[in-house]
Nanobody
């Protein structure tokens, strides 16, 4: 299984970005691992869970992003999305998508400028 993330970039505070992460490979493994989501790592900080979504569309959000980020997935495309609005400088970091805690994407940089 491989995860391919895209959609990061540089945006001003208050702006929006949409991240995508497509899983490819063995479909039975992707289905069995169920949960897809995003972690982020800011400079000098530990990696933190931002949001996750199950194959049945149950979601989780970190308190810091509730009301601003929306996670969704297209099970037919094995793709998870993270819509981010009202971005803050503290949202800056490398965002990693994951599948079931076993597979990770390559990371995509999100930089929010003041």
């Amino acid at each position: 299984v491989q995860l391919q993330a895209s959609g990061g970039g540089l945006v001003q505070a208050g702006g929006s970005l949409r991240l995508s992460c497509a899983a490819s490979g063995d479909i039975s493994t992707i289905t069995r691992l169920n949960i897809m989501g995003w972690y982020r790592q800011a400079p000098g900080k530990q990696r933190e869970l931002v949001a996750s979504i199950t194959i049945g569309y149950n979601t989780y959000y970190a308190d810091s992003v509730k009301g601003r980020f929306t996670i969704s997935r297209d099970n037919a495309k094995n793709t998870v999305y993270l819509q981010m609005i009202s971005l803050k400088v503290e949202d800056t970091g490398v965002y990693y998508c994951y599948l079931g805690g076993s597979y990770w994407g390559q990371g995509t940089q999100v930089t929010v400028s003041s």
